[in-house]
């Protein structure tokens, strides 16, 4: 076992720590902004920390032949420049049939952000390799909040069964992609935004496997400034290949006199699928589109102008749409 404990104070500061090792250990803690911290774990068992108080860019890359364990957590008092965060974590899984847990990965940016809508915001990049052989679990946990603006964020989960949650707060312009390959994926999404879209895009694969699960949950909140600004546009996209297929997407939005139009997308190939879209806000649209046994959706619209299109083919499918307000429009066709 091999424990690396280090810390920076300078804006500059670039800390590196690389081990090759069962059971490593790592803790980084930086101050100040424009940090660089890097973690190069290989073995089993590993366990990385690293604290930025100012921002900065971080790079954690753990490999081995059981799970790794990582947490970064980067904040700010005074919304410095963006915070990159780039975490990599792949083990062979040769160690961990039978066990519940492969690599666990936890993002928490808090208060950093680019400069305004034109800038280049902070990143979170996550990837998760587990070997599908064994039974272990891909845990990845984002989350952006406190005038996060910008920021873009994409976790990339392979291998057995995949857990990811992303939610950010009082955000603006923030987008997020999850992409999952496995016997058995769940993915959650909450973003709550203001003044500035939201794009959340769930793909996910299962061929074989027992259960695709995704949720998208998009809140605007309206808020005033000088000038006035408003919350708007939300955007999103489940799209699920596999068996025992779930997707629900739930969209709000609001505007008192800039309207701009949601959008939101399932689309599952398989068997066993449902399918719910509930949206409330101005301008809404809906598509679904389902391929295979046993399909049922549901699209609840609340608003103006909205529009809901349904295609379901195969046997035994169930469509209900359900709209409100004015100028909607509704277009259900199903397969014999």
């Not at 990049?125 to 996060?148: I, P």
């Amino acid at each position: 076992m091999k424990k690396l404990l280090l810390a920076g104070i300078s804006a500059l500061a670039i800390t590196s720590a690389s081990a090759f090792a069962q059971d490593n250990s790592s803790s980084v803690n930086q101050t100040g902004t424009g940090a660089v911290a890097s973690v190069h774990q290989d073995g089993a068992n590993d366990v990385s920390s690293v604290s930025q108080s100012g921002g900065g860019t971080v790079t954690v890359h753990q490999t081995g032949v059981q799970g790794s364990t990582s947490t970064v957590t980067t904040s700010a008092d005074d919304r410095p420049p963006e915070s990159t965060v780039t975490v990599t974590q792949s083990d062979t899984g040769g160690s961990t049939a039978g066990t519940s847990q492969a690599n666990v990965s936890t993002v928490v940016q808090d208060n950093v952000n680019g400069f305004g809508l034109t800038g280049t915001g902070s990143t979170v990049d996550v990837t998760q390799v587990h070997n599908a052989g064994g039974t272990g679990q891909n845990s990845s946990y984002v989350q952006q909040g406190r005038n996060a603006v910008s920021g873009q964020v994409t976790v990339n989960q392979t291998g057995g069964e995949n857990v990811s949650y992303y939610s950010s707060v009082t955000s603006t312009d923030n987008d997020a992609v999850i992409n999952q390959t496995g016997v058995g994926n769940n993915s959650i999404v909450m973003q709550d935004f203001q003044g500035g879209a939201a794009l959340a895009t769930v793909t996910q694969n299962n061929a074989g496997g027992p259960v695709n699960s995704a949720y998208i949950d998009q809140v605007s909140d309206g808020f005033a400034a000088t000038p006035a600004e408003f919350a708007y546009g939300a955007e999103a996209h489940i799209n699920q290949d596999g068996s025992g297929n779930s997707s629900s997407i739930v969209q709000s939005g609001f505007s008192t006199t800039v309207a701009a139009g949601n959008y939101a997308e399932n689309d599952q190939t398989g068997d066993g699928h449902s399918s719910s879209i509930l949206q409330g806000g101005i301008d809404n649209f809906a598509s679904v589109t389902q391929s295979g046994l046993g399909n049922w959706s549901s699209v609840d619209q609340g608003g103006n102008a909205n529009s809901a299109i349904v295609s379901q083919s195969s046997d035994a499918n169930v469509s209900t749409v359900s709209q409100g307000g004015s100028n909607n429009a509704a277009t259900v066709t199903q397969g014999m």
